[in-house]
């Protein structure tokens, strides 16, 4: 049931991703609710929040592709072992590996991740 709701999470953000990227122009923005939430197109050649994305260092992909992998072995272990968490958590950890997993599947096919959501309010803006 929760392998499921990985994969569901999984297929829906690639779909919407490769909706993003054939539908807004890059660095576009499409306001969804006006000072809070746009759509924007952002090829990230980072790790999360655009971190290291100016990074010229040749090794920048393998080794997010290789911290990745790693971080998503222990997170599926550490549900594996741990038969006794709560639905709610073991929903959230299904959530996170979906979103996880389509991420990584983007950084080894080509090298970024498409981001496109910006969540602003005032001055606290969300991801910059």
Do not use: C
């Not at 660095?27 to 090829?43: E, G």
């Not at 549900?79 to 997993?101: D, K, M, P, Q, T």
């Not at 389509?102 to 001055?123: A, E, K, M, P, W």
Request: proline share 4%.
């Amino acid at each position: 049931m929760y392998a499921l709701l990985g994969a569901l999470v999984f297929l829906g953000d690639q779909a919407t991703k490769a909706l993003v990227a054939e539908s807004i122009p890059e660095h576009a923005v499409i306001p969804i609710i006006p000072h809070f939430l746009n759509f924007t197109h952002v090829s990230n050649a980072g790790a999360a929040f655009g971190l290291f994305s100016d990074s010229p260092s040749p090794w920048k992909t393998a080794l997010l592709i290789f911290v990745s992998t790693a971080l998503l072995a222990a997170v599926v272990a550490f549900a594996y072992r741990s038969r006794h968490l709560r639905w709610e958590a073991v929903v959230g950890l299904a959530l996170v590996l979906g979103g996880a997993f389509s991420n990584l599947l983007d950084r080894v096919r080509t090298g970024q991740v498409v981001d496109f959501l910006y969540v602003y309010f005032r001055n606290y803006h969300w991801y910059s």
